[in-house]
């Protein structure tokens, strides 16, 4: 399967502060990308889809303009997490598709915001 | 569409005895599905999915699942579980291509008891 990377692992920001969150796709030519967020002892729930080239689609409730994504290449797509609160704070999931069923996921990056 | 149930939150085993996590979908159309793993901290890695052909789809360690249509279930099973094998589980199910985003169940939390 696809290897696929996020960058940071952890962050640690204060409130106010935007953090962007990256995720690469290293072997794989990913056409689209989900970011999720895990809440603790939670499910994943989905934030947006991202198509390379395209405007990303968001779920209901997520605000488009707080979670700035970016999917500018088949590998790299940015997550950017503007004027985080601490209610942001959680675990960001990114995954990458390319037209097979299965989906690769990231590693994740837990975000905390103080 | 569509949506997944995972009826148990927690299952505590005993090593090297059985376990079955269970997991029901619902869905007006074909789906694809899944099951993953999660480790502390950790990004979701797959365990093993059911695309097509035979209902009975294994893992390299020993799970496996069934896929009932009849009673729209996918249950996960080990015959012997391991130290190991602790970890949180998540069942997905997929309507289409990987460019389709995945619906998770809320997991199940298998903490095997030496």
């Known amino acids: 399967g696809a290897v696929v990377s996020q960058h940071p692992s952890r962050v640690i920001c204060k409130s106010g502060t935007s953090v962007k969150i990256e995720c690469r796709s290293l072997d794989f030519q990913a056409t689209t990308m989900f970011w999720y967020r895990q809440f603790p002892k939670q499910s994943l729930m989905l934030m947006a889809t991202?198509?390379?080239?395209?405007?990303?689609?968001?779920e209901q409730g997520v605000e488009k303009d707080k979670f700035l994504i970016n999917h500018a290449s088949l590998t790299l797509s940015t997550l950017t997490v503007t004027s985080a609160h601490p209610e942001d704070s959680s675990f960001y999931i990114c995954?990458?598709?390319?037209?097979?069923?299965?989906?690769?996921f990231g590693p994740g990056t837990r975000l905390t915001v103080l | 569409a569509q949506s997944v149930t995972q009826l148990d939150s927690q299952v505590p085993v005993f090593e090297e005895a059985p376990v079955e996590l269970r997991c029901n979908y619902s869905s007006s159309v074909s789906v694809y599905l899944f099951w993953y793993v999660q480790y502390p901290n950790q990004g979701l890695q797959l365990l093993l999915k059911?695309?097509?052909?035979?209902?009975l789809v294994e893992s390299i360690n020993g799970f496996e699942a069934e896929f009932n249509k009849s009673q729209t279930s996918f249950h996960l099973r080990k015959p012997s579980v391991h130290i190991s094998d602790t970890a949180e589980y998540f069942c997905a199910v997929s309507k289409g291509s990987g460019n389709t985003p995945l619906v998770f169940g809320k997991g199940t939390r298998l903490s095997v008891i030496a």
């Open positions: 991202s198509n390379e080239g395209s405007k990303a689609t968001y």
């Open positions: 995954s990458v598709a390319g037209g097979t069923v299965e989906q690769f």
């Open positions: 059911y695309l097509s052909g035979s209902t």
